[in-house]
């Protein structure tokens, strides 16, 4: 029996089904067949078959997304023909764009931060003349006093020439204004400088706000405003920012309270997603006022381990509303903050950037924990840089992270930018504070201005499969674990598309991974399945479903060569003087004396330093064995294993073919289709072999243009 959630998730049972065919492959979304009856007028889950419904298995709970339907008549019972899709497809629902570049003209308004004060500096007697605007505006009939302050949002060049807006339509130009003068605030300069560099993110040390700057939840509490002033109590954007009033709130409105956070001893409070009101105008002392719970976080200095038997989950926050954002199935973390009483009234402790673990996951009892204290530092060091879509101000975080010892190559730079700081571009639309870069690593390159011939465009950049799994499932439903260690893979841009593509696709290619999924949570593995887990002798006589063999690109000899670099007689490297000698080297395979001298392409090893690597890496090129792919029902693999004692059978095992003349052909277990309900008990059917795909695009991609590419997807045996 099926279980079907309609669009609005009412569950029904399905219980009219004669057959359901599950098929799984290596890397590709299982699916399920079925035709289902609706012998009963009353049947909810025939009629809960809908568009993009979900089906529920009984064996695991696996659900699966209804994306095709066929409706007829059997006789006279309606009947449906069912195909649904793992709801991994669902991540197909994503479409990834990268952001236009946007282009500074002249005429084009940008803004000079949110701090920008600027003082008049005129002999004119009176004052500073105001326009409507640069372009065409005409004087407003104010003028700005010699010596007075001035607040400064927005700036626009017109033919060289700077101004400034002081008002909604008031304009300065740049010769009455200075940013000298005690108080005033430079504006945040636009200007982008090619050049070109690589350095190593080494995030900087952030100073520790002990009046609790970090948004707090306070419970369900509610507050009267209570003011004597006419036009209310003031709201902000910002709190403790005057610059961002958003409105006045009457005396006497009652308001649901949800945050609160603390600056400059000043205690302030979120009444709506863009409004904070200080403490002095929330007294809670009114009929129906319920006070905020009081939260204790702290810094602490510790290391504990997973003691869940389920993988933890981790969230970007100890308060509600959380978002999860992995889950960790062990491991020893560092902790070095704790919330007393936080989501769930449980305590929680910061393992990472926005990662938060719960106090029932983690202990502090093994040999190596150690139990938590709180520490009086006024700083701490990020394990990350965050990524902002712009070098001035307004800022907003692309949520793309460098972590910690990852090289970056730069070509921008934009001084007094945001902040007041120096700003290095990393890509297209990505910014990084020049705090976080480190220079001294050996294959870092100091920053230098170059030409606009230089190349200035080069937006390539590292990602670890952390990084790029994260950007895939940004917004999505779907979290993730990597269970082994992966190289990061260096993109030339971001990428864009379909998610579920770049994730079956690039991702694949790109970092060599496998997957086994359970609904929305992706399990990431260099290999799935086990090994040695079959000798399948084929004799010739097994009564295959399907069987294909290859033997077009069988190779028994193969040369190759690579270039050793001699020390330099000068001791300098990349000149006349450095000395190299080409070393060769030569493999045939014991599988001649069965099929003959048969040579490959000649080789050149970018790779090998030894002859020794050399004759390894020709040993792993040749394929002297054919491409073979079989499938039969599970009875017929079992009778011809001689490993049959082994009854765990299942998608990506690995073992050997034995063929008729005794080579022995490393394969898996690529597909597998099973019957979880069969009126006729059909039994599993099998593939495997070597081939991951099918034989054509695989033969084709033997050919020598792609031979190398082709040799990493069938080894991965």
Not at 200 to 216: L, P, R
Not at 274 to 285: A, G, R, T, V
Not at 469 to 495: E, N, Q, W
Request: charged residues 25%; contains cysteine.
């Amino acid at each position: 029996m099926l279980t079907v959630y309609d669009l609005k998730h009412q569950a029904a049972p399905l219980t009219d089904i004669t057959e359901i065919k599950r098929n799984r492959k290596i890397n590709a979304v299982s699916q399920i067949d079925f035709t289902t009856y609706r012998f009963d007028r009353n049947a909810a889950g025939f009629d809960n078959i809908q568009e993009r419904s979900i089906v529920e298995l009984p064996e695991d709970g696996q659900q699966y997304r209804v994306l095709n339907r066929h409706g007829y008549r059997t006789g006279d019972t309606p009947t449906k023909d069912v195909t649904a899709y793992h709801v991994l497809h669902d991540l197909g629902d994503r479409e990834i764009h990268k952001a236009k570049a946007q282009e500074t003209v002249n005429t084009t308004e940008v803004s000079t931060g949110t701090k920008t004060v600027g003082t008049v500096s005129t002999m004119v007697d009176d004052g500073a003349p105001v326009y409507s605007y640069p372009v065409g505006g005409s004087l407003v009939g104010q003028k700005l006093a010699n010596g007075t302050d001035w607040r400064i949002d927005k700036s626009v060049t017109v033919n060289g020439s700077t101004w400034y807006r002081v008002s909604t339509n008031g304009w300065v130009n740049e010769k009455y204004l200075v940013f000298d003068k005690d108080g005033d605030s430079k504006p945040e300069n636009t200007k982008v400088t090619n050049v070109l560099g690589q350095g190593t993110i080494k995030a900087a040390e952030i100073k520790v706000d002990k009046n609790n700057t970090e948004e707090a939840s306070t419970g369900h509490a509610t507050g009267t405003v209570s003011t004597m002033d006419a036009e209310g109590a003031p709201t902000y954007s910002t709190p403790g920012d005057e610059t961002t009033l958003v409105k006045n709130v009457a005396n006497g409105g009652a308001y649901q309270i949800d945050l609160t956070k603390t600056i400059d001893g000043i205690k302030w409070y979120r009444i709506s997603t863009n409004q904070w009101i200080s403490e002095k105008y929330l007294p809670f002392d009114k009929p129906g006022d319920i006070k905020p719970e009081i939260f204790t976080t702290s810094n602490v200095d510790g290391q504990g381990s997973v003691k869940s038997k389920k993988p933890a989950k981790v969230y970007d926050s100890p308060w509600l509303p959380q978002n999860q954002v992995t889950t960790i199935a062990s491991g020893q973390f560092k902790v070095n903050r704790q919330v007393t009483k936080g989501a769930d009234g449980k305590k929680w402790y910061q393992i990472g950037n926005n990662e938060w673990i719960s106090g029932t996951d983690i202990g502090f009892d093994g040999e190596t924990d150690v139990s938590p204290t709180e520490t009086e530092s006024d700083t701490e060091t990020p394990t990350s840089s965050k990524v902002y879509d712009s070098p001035t101000s307004p800022q907003k975080e692309t949520g793309q992270v460098l972590n910690n010892g990852s090289s970056w190559r730069i070509n921008g730079e934009v001084t007094d930018g945001a902040g007041g700081k120096t700003w290095y571009r990393v890509s297209s639309n990505g910014w990084v504070s020049a705090d976080d870069f480190d220079f001294s690593g050996k294959t870092d390159v100091a920053i230098k201005e170059i030409s606009d011939d230089e190349d200035p465009t080069d937006t390539s950049f590292s990602w670890t499969l952390g990084q790029f799994m994260a950007y895939l499932t940004a917004g999505t439903p779907f979290s993730y674990t990597i269970f082994d260690d992966f190289l990061p893979h260096k993109f030339d841009d971001l990428p864009e598309g379909n998610a579920l593509d770049l994730f079956l696709n690039d991702g694949v290619q790109d970092y060599g991974y496998e997957y086994q999924c359970y609904n929305y949570h992706i399990n990431l593995y260099k290999k799935i399945g086990q090994d040695n887990s079959f000798v399948f002798i084929d004799n010739g006589n097994v009564n295959a479903i399907e069987s294909t063999n290859d033997d077009s690109s069988i190779k028994t000899h193969i040369e190759g060569e690579f270039t050793l670099k001699n020390a330099s007689s000068d001791g300098t490297d990349g000149d006349s003087s450095d000395q190299t000698t080409t070393i060769t080297a030569e493999y045939t395979s014991p599988n001649v004396d069965i099929y003959g001298p048969i040579d490959d392409e000649y080789f050149t090893d970018e790779d090998a330093t030894t002859k020794e690597e050399l004759i390894q890496h020709l040993k792993n090129k040749l394929q002297d064995y054919p491409l073979t792919q079989i499938t039969l029902n599970y009875h017929e693999f079992q009778e011809n294993n001689l490993l049959n004692n082994l009854n765990n059978v299942d998608l990506g095992n690995s073992g050997f073919i034995k063929d008729r003349y005794g080579v022995d052909i490393k394969a898996r277990i690529i597909e597998v289709t099973d019957y979880l309900q069969s009126p006729t008990n059909k039994e599993p059917e099998l593939t495997f072999g070597n081939i991951m795909g099918d034989l054509a695009s695989t033969v084709f991609n033997l050919d020598r243009t792609y031979r190398n590419g082709a040799y990493k997807i069938i080894n991965n045996l």
